[in-house]
């Protein structure tokens, strides 16, 4: 146990580490009170609606991040990385956002439509977040936090004292979240041409790890998007309400991510044996810190879950416990997956993906058919289990072949 608890500290007691929590943490917060705000004020329909275009902001976000986000943070602090990874991401931004916005006009989805027209600044804003929070300026990622979380929490107190419809809700905190990031773009002097530089190293990282997202964490919110189109936007409301009430434990996981990447490929360099002690422990750190947070969340009373979410709650409380244990799944697999990044081992990553990627949407979509989406919720645990499973068991592989090839040199 004090193994563990040392090892709890070696990671999160640097002050990087503090500040990386204090920024997603405001993140966390603007997203719970953006749900309240609009479920507080919307049938079940309409925050199905604000639960898909949720997941498709996220998708968005989550691609880019896989694509270039993380493969600028395995490389190593270096302005020209730092600066060349910013060109590429609005570049996905804006194909992605130009997608948004054509899908949003031809459905009358007018929070799609929001979320494209958005969808350039709020990746600039992400990029920046990220990197500066990982590698970096911590301190500029902090402010940039709490510059979207001050606007959010205007809009969304206005929300829960007056009538606010709850696209215009979403409108400001999309809005104010493109524009932040626009200002963090020109103060830190990043280049302004969208450009996707050739370099082989790169390319390949990036297109291995993207379709590895497509093929994972990708992979679940397109069965969430499949739900909702074959069963209704209850199910999105359900499963998107559920991560809100939830996103306590998916800060962690985010956060854990970001700071294991550097911190794995500083242990890789002093040897494969220091690499297995540190993820192993970090792991079960991190595992000892959101289970009695889990505990909590799964206690709360009917009635504040119901003041929180209104009469969405009726459909998130049923989903909360197979969804805490998807999460908690992710949160172990985190670190396992950072290590596979931080060795660039994306041909292998892929390979665990698409082990489980392929069968996901179906089986969700299956269960969620069968069962609705208490099905659904946990199917999607019991693939999360799986995915651990499979992910821990192959970096512990690529540890000991690590280990081998330095033997022999030695």
Do not use: C
């Not at 916005?101 to 958005?118: D, Q």
């Not at 209850?234 to 991560?243: D, E, F, Q, W």
Request: aromatic residues 8%; without cysteine; positive net charge.
């Amino acid at each position: 146990m004090s193994r563990i608890l040392r090892s709890a500290v070696a990671l999160m007691s640097s002050r990087r580490a503090y500040l990386a929590l204090a920024v997603d943490g405001l993140f966390s917060v603007s997203s719970l009170l953006l749900a309240i705000a609009i479920a507080r004020s919307s049938s079940v329909e309409e925050f199905g609606a604000f639960g898909l275009a949720t997941v498709l902001y996220l998708f968005s976000m989550g691609l880019i991040r896989a694509a270039v986000t993380e493969t600028t943070l395995s490389l190593g602090p270096s302005k020209v990385d730092l600066h060349n990874g910013f060109q590429r991401a609005i570049l996905i931004s804006l194909v992605i956002g130009g997608v948004l916005i054509i899908g949003g006009l031809i459905t009358g989805m007018n929070f799609v439509l929001v979320v494209g027209i958005s969808t350039p600044g709020l990746a600039a804003l992400d990029y920046i977040r990220v990197t500066h929070s990982a590698m970096y300026r911590p301190m500029a990622a902090l402010w940039l936090g709490l510059a979207w979380t001050i606007s959010v929490f205007a809009i969304g107190v206005t929300a829960l004292l007056v009538r606010v419809e709850p696209l215009t809700v979403f409108a400001v905190w999309s809005g104010s979240g493109a524009v932040i990031g626009l200002v963090a773009w020109a103060l830190g002097r990043f280049p302004l041409r969208p450009l996707w530089r050739r370099n082989e190293r790169d390319t390949r990282a990036a297109a291995w790890f993207s379709v590895d997202y497509l093929a994972g964490s990708g992979g679940s919110l397109v069965s969430t998007g499949l739900l909702g189109a074959v069963l209704g936007a209850s199910v999105v409301a359900a499963l998107r309400g559920a991560g809100t009430v939830l996103g306590p434990m998916n800060l962690l996981s985010t956060t854990a991510r970001s700071l294991a990447l550097p911190y794995l490929t500083r242990a890789r360099l002093r040897g494969a044996a220091h690499e297995v002690r540190s993820a192993a422990l970090i792991t079960s750190a991190l595992m000892l810190a959101v289970l009695p947070l889990a505990a909590i969340l799964l206690l709360i009373p009917d009635a504040f879950g119901a003041e929180l979410l209104g009469e969405s709650w009726e459909v998130v409380a049923p989903v909360l416990a197979p969804l805490a244990i998807e999460s908690a799944a992710a949160l172990a697999g985190s670190v396992a997956s950072a290590g596979h990044r931080s060795k660039l081992a994306g041909a292998r990553a892929l390979t665990l993906r698409l082990t489980v990627g392929i069968v996901r949407p179906v089986a969700v979509v299956a269960a969620g058919t069968a069962a609705g989406a208490v099905g659904a919720a946990w199917m999607m645990a019991a693939i999360s289990v799986l995915n651990v499973v499979l992910w821990w068991a192959s970096y512990w592989q690529l540890m000991k072949s690590d280990e081998k090839a330095t033997a022999r040199v030695s």
